[in-house]
């Protein structure tokens, strides 16, 4: 007995870990997608078998429409700004510049709060009678409108706005990473050959950085997917329903509207979503590796 | 870049070497101007935050946002702290602040534990099939939390442990697992190990060597695990909202109640008193631990 506990004492210490989450991760997701089969309501019912009519009711769902469209509208915008931008800024800061480190940490201070924070600091700036719109009238510009929280058209914004405002530390700080990590030759040869720095950005370093681009977009569009707390302090997937998103409508249709059965099929449409965007990447991932 | 010029004796009328000069002090002078631009951006709304949370409601509507409160008062600090209507119960934050710490710590100091002993035995200890039990265990990292969302309920409500502090710690606990587990994981493979050889030899079992070699070589991934589990339980919202009721109610869901809620008059001052409490535990670990802040937030950027 003892030496079998001392043979395998690594497997016993993991065994309650794996345990945990076979039950807690995988066997919920196996739940999850039984009970988006079923036409449960309130409560979890697996008598009443419907086989994939939650799927077929979700995609004829004009909010569901909305939400998901939104994800690749506020995903795509997300990843445009927050990318071009964290570049910029690192490259800015990668400019031998003086009070480096005070740079960098107010631009990632913001990654310390939660998105409920986030939310909240950005609906009250954007708030249009006591907000940025104010402050710009008071400088004489009267004319100047910052409706996004009220424009079901330009909402989306605000979300872009808040979110960036969240993310670009992280973002900024990989590509700053991946700055530092360029051989320094390649700029000592440019400054030989006379080539001016912003072609040497443009056409050298930063293809050298694709990696990084890569592992950025991975992990920006994993937590845009997943993005509930930002939108819910914000917006409340508002004006009506214009900046829902996918992860809201799960919540709605789960804890309040009780329609279980469309709720765990939003829910698992959102994991295949994830796998669309992470099995090619991972699948990338190892072939470079072999 | 501008400076080897000033070394050179300039000569005179030199219009050449002048431009030159005038150029590059041009473009640290753009450089700087944008550098500015982008801490304003960054800066400006905690400032604007801290700012207005000193301030009385008539001097909020009367505007200047960016203005420093002419007569500064912290009263809508104690109203934050103390008073403040939160659902039908009107004893501000601070019984919320509690229910977070209450939650958090425990939940911190387990998961933490957990992860260390998981990463320790996957990396110093394999066995046939330890890869994938490593891949199953963190492929828990990625997957969206709302499939999980309503089994859990049923789960907790089962326990009969739903809307209740101990819940959150178990379900942060559990699913705090693939994180931890990955990040101690990557650290020990970095450990050598003939120091686990040479102590396996003397007779050393699993857990002698954990306490006394391995643990005391990683205070640094510790730090690490601890900040980004601190921060990333008491930032969540979706399980607060999802398994808490109005008594148990983490500060992320009391804020957004408090700030949200469609009754009475809209307190500003408050609210963004309240904002800086919610965000100041957090806050704090950035400013006196930055560095492994950043660590943690590059290896918890994949986790739900």
Request: glycine share 8%.
């Amino acid at each position: 007995m003892r030496r079998f506990l001392q043979r395998h004492v690594s497997q016993i210490a993991l065994s309650p870990s794996l345990a945990l989450i076979a039950i807690f991760l995988y066997g919920f997701i196996a739940y999850t997608a039984a009970v988006s089969t079923t036409n449960s309501k309130a409560f979890p019912r697996f008598d009443n078998f419907v086989g994939l009519e939650q799927y077929w009711r979700l995609f004829h769902t004009p909010r569901w429409h909305v939400a998901f469209t939104n994800m690749f509208l506020f995903g795509g915008l997300f990843l445009l700004v927050t990318i071009s931008l964290g570049l910029v800024i690192a490259i800015l800061i990668d400019q031998r510049i003086r009070a480096e480190s005070f740079f960098r940490s107010i631009v990632m201070y913001p990654m310390a709060m939660s998105f409920v924070v986030t939310g909240i600091i950005w609906q009250w700036l954007l708030n249009p009678t006591l907000g940025i719109e104010v402050m710009v009238h008071q400088l004489g510009f009267t004319s100047f409108r910052l409706d996004w929280l009220t424009n079901p058209d330009t909402v989306i914004w605000a979300l872009v706005v808040a979110a960036f405002w969240q993310g670009c530390g992280l973002v900024m700080a990989l590509f700053l990473a991946g700055l530092r990590g360029i051989d320094e030759d390649i700029w000592k040869a440019a400054a030989v050959d006379g080539i001016p720095a912003w072609r040497v950005y443009v056409f050298i370093v930063i293809p050298m950085l694709a990696p990084v681009f890569l592992t950025v977009v991975v992990l920006l569009s994993l937590s845009i997917v997943r993005a509930f707390d930002l939108v819910v302090a914000l917006t409340n997937g508002g004006p009506g329903v214009s900046s829902d998103l996918p992860s809201v409508f799960m919540f709605d249709m789960a804890f309040r509207r009780t329609n279980l059965g469309l709720s765990a099929a939003s829910a698992v449409v959102m994991l295949c979503t994830v796998l669309a965007i992470l099995i090619p990447y991972l699948y990338a991932e190892t072939r470079e590796r072999a | 870049m501008s400076a080897p010029t000033d070394a050179m004796p300039r000569p005179a009328r030199s219009g050449w070497l002048t431009s030159r000069r005038s150029k590059a002090i041009l473009k640290r002078t753009v450089l700087y101007l944008l550098l500015a631009l982008v801490a304003f951006f960054f800066a400006g709304p905690l400032y604007i935050l801290l700012s207005t949370s000193f301030k009385t409601m008539p001097e909020i509507q009367s505007g200047g946002l960016m203005s420093l409160p002419h007569e500064p008062t912290a009263q809508a600090w104690v109203t934050a702290w103390g008073e403040a209507c939160i659902g039908i119960t009107c004893g501000g934050l601070k019984g919320y602040f509690g229910n977070s710490m209450v939650m958090t710590i425990p939940a911190v100091l387990i998961s933490v534990m957990i992860g260390a002993i998981n990463g320790y035995a996957l990396a110093k200890w394999p066995f046939p099939g330890a890869r994938f039990v490593f891949a199953a265990l963190v492929a828990g990292n990625f997957v969206p939390f709302q499939v999980v969302l309503a089994p859990v309920a049923v789960t907790l409500r089962t326990l009969g442990l739903f809307g209740s502090v101990e819940g959150l710690v178990l379900i942060h606990v559990i699913y705090g697992i693939p994180i931890t587990t990955m990040l101690f994981r990557n650290f020990f493979l970095s450990v050598p190990n003939d120091l686990i050889k040479a102590a396996r030899i003397d007779g050393a079992g699993f857990f002698w060597i954990f306490f006394r070699i391995v643990l005391p070589l990683s205070p640094s991934v510790i730090v690490v695990a601890l900040i980004l589990q601190f921060t990333g339980i008491w930032n969540d919202f979706l399980f607060a909202v999802s398994f808490s009721n109005p008594s148990s109610a983490p500060m992320t869901v009391a804020l957004n109640n408090l700030v949200n809620s469609n009754f009475g008059v809209k307190e500003y001052n408050v609210h963004m008193a309240a904002t800086v409490i919610a965000a100041a535990p957090t806050l704090i670990l950035y400013i006196l631990l930055g560095r492994y802040f950043l660590r943690g937030m590059t290896a918890g950027a994949v986790k739900g």
